[in-house]
């Protein structure tokens, strides 16, 4: 197949030329469609790009992406070049796809994207993410990274980017979600994210449901991976917290004696816990972070260039838009991508924690496969009205749907059909509100975006010239 693509719109029509699961309605999909033969395949005709360096794999259903980022600059700070891979983009394709802090270029996608067309057999096409995932594991290898850290996209078991041999397996939490692609059962989902667990490879297990628990560490077993449960190895005391950030206090349990000895007689204590920065709102941030120091600390065992201050450094420079993000003070308004009742639970106890006494509104859209019940009755109790929206995306759901939910539990909506209506309701509502916008990546991603273009200063990822 032969390609010419002159600009980064033809690139990305050329990608979404191929079958797009994430585009697509939840019923039209069979979980048999998923097959990793397409794109080993593909990675075979490009001389397997990915065994070029040392990847850091990571999988769940909360929480993946801010643990990958913190692992992305825990290595970067020390010295090593590495790559990004995550997904879904906010704003830009070109997010999925950074190294060294920087997202790949137009150009460079251009590049890639042809030089990817080429090596497909036209008789077993690649899906979309297929696609990207060849692409980024080429770059990274044309960049020469030392280390990819690598989000899968849906699962695990079957997902494009479990063609890769990492030194190193992350599961963060697992809740249901997705249920129509990964089963209907935590035990389900659990052995599906617990595929990314491979022979002789050391996990790092975040705590789990007990069920979930038992099938990770059961397929952790079979397979001699060394297990690192992080909620046994790991002790952590948030020491300070807003709403921009908080420092947290991590040891290892084996020191649990070590703990009490320090707190009791602090003066003449040698042993110091680690202190760490994270500029992430939220209890749930403070776990992703001690996922991420265990893994970290993992690494160290065979990167000699990782140390306590390189470790500090990265998780203090962690970005992660979008998750209890506050991108106006007067009034405040918080971007946050929850988009099931665990995550939703979670935003929920970081607005008690910082805004509890303050009126809330909220700004909720979110797609026609989630559990719209489920986090309305959540959201409901501790929030004062909603304004009802829908992002662009072809899988948003109706917002007369979740306007029939917002008032079946009890609350004050309108109906705002476009994201514009819904940030113009915010820009001319009570100024004494907060205004937490919700419920979906997508919903979130637009409010911002149009935010960005209001306020080019704004920050975000650095983008290749």
Request: charged letters at 25%; glycine letters at 6%.
């Amino acid at each position: 197949m032969l390609a010419h693509l002159e600009t980064i719109d033809d690139a990305l029509d050329a990608i979404y030329s191929f079958v797009d699961y994430s585009m697509t309605h939840a019923e039209e999909i069979s979980s048999a469609v998923f097959s990793l033969n397409r794109i080993t395949e593909l990675l075979n005709r490009l001389n397997n790009p990915q065994e070029a360096y040392r990847c850091i794999h990571i999988a769940g259903t909360k929480g993946k992406g801010s643990v990958c980022t913190m692992i992305y600059e825990g290595l970067r700070a020390s010295g090593y070049k590495t790559g990004l891979y995550t997904s879904p983009h906010l704003i830009h394709f070109n997010e999925r796809i950074q190294v060294d802090g920087k997202m790949i270029s137009d150009a460079e996608l251009i590049q890639l994207t042809e030089k990817v067309i080429e090596k497909i057999d036209p008789a077993n096409p690649p899906s979309s993410f297929d696609m990207m995932t060849a692409i980024a594991f080429e770059y990274f290898r044309e960049q020469k990274v030392e280390y990819a850290v690598v989000e899968t996209g849906l699962g695990g078991r079957l997902d494009s980017t479990n063609v890769v041999h990492p030194v190193l397996t992350v599961i963060t939490s697992i809740s249901m979600d997705h249920m129509n692609f990964l089963g209907d059962t935590i035990e389900k989902i659990a052995t599906e994210k617990g595929g990314i667990i491979k022979r002789n490879v050391p996990l790092i297990a975040a705590a789990q449901d007990p069920k979930a628990m038992e099938v990770i560490r059961k397929i952790a077993e079979e397979r001699n991976a060394e297990w690192i449960d992080v909620d046994k190895n790991y002790g952590f005391v948030p020491l300070k917290d807003s709403v921009d950030g908080q420092r947290l206090m991590i040891w290892e349990r084996k020191e649990q004696n070590a703990l009490r000895n320090w707190l009791e007689n602090r003066e003449k204590s040698i042993w110091k816990p680690w202190e760490v920065d994270i500029p992430l709102a939220g209890y749930h941030q403070s776990i992703n972070a001690v996922i991420a120091f265990a893994a970290l600390m993992k690494i160290r065992s065979f990167a000699d260039k990782i140390n306590e201050k390189s470790i500090s450094d990265g998780l203090a420079k962690t970005f992660w838009p979008c998750r209890f993000e506050k991108v106006s003070i007067d009034p405040p308004v918080i971007l946050d991508g929850a988009h099931n009742p665990d995550s939703i639970e979670k935003l929920v106890m970081t607005l008690n924690r910082f805004y509890g006494t303050k009126r809330i509104t909220c700004v909720f859209g979110c797609s026609e496969d989630k559990d719209l019940s489920g986090m309305i009755r959540i959201l409901a109790p501790f929030v004062s009205d909603f304004i009802v929206t829908r992002s662009t995306h072809p899988r948003s759901m109706e917002t007369k749907q979740i306007y029939d939910e917002v008032l079946s539990n009890g609350r004050p909506a309108v109906i705002r059909e476009s994201l514009e209506l819904a940030l113009r309701d915010i820009d001319n509502g009570d100024k004494n509100n907060v205004y937490i916008v919700t419920g979906s990546l997508f919903v979130t991603a637009g409010i911002r975006e149009l935010l960005m273009k209001r306020n080019p200063d704004m920050k975000y990822f650095e983008k290749k010239k």
